[in-house]
């Protein structure tokens, strides 16, 4: 799954800045799209299972599957996140690391049970939802989330803490 899904996100992020150097927050959560939806090209419900094991990875606290995924994947992940933090320049490092957390956590939630929530949609609501539904709905959602001015300030005076997080070789 990994691989698939970072060999297409190196393809999105290579569109999006070849189209030009300044980026919206929506515009950098968009190159995750076709990637995702691409696994389920993979393998039935790919999308689903991946997200469950990135939950599970990070949920868990298995440090070391976190250090791998780093270490292997490190360089597509700094550019989707110097892409992130570029298109939040009035936030520190500090707050963009802890709202890509928040997102994460939202995102995962959403995809990896997107059956039970259009279940409870059908049901509940009368709303016919799939992936591409709610991903046209979650895009605003999260990029208000990042955007908004909370202020999650870092408490250690250290100077480092306002730096663009780095993978550790």
Partial sequence: FLALFIENLNRQLDKLENKSTTHSVEEVLETMVEPLFSLDQYQQNGTSKFMQLIGRAYSESQGHIRR?????????????????????????????FLKLHFTLGAVIFTFAGNQALTAIADADFNEKLDAKVLTQKLIPYLSNGLRANTKLESQNQNPSADTLPRSKK
């Fill in 68 to 96: 791998f995924l780093m270490e292997k994947y490190a360089l597509p992940m700094e550019r989707f996140y110097r892409l992130i933090y570029a298109s939040l320049p009035d936030h520190s490092s500090y707050e963009v």
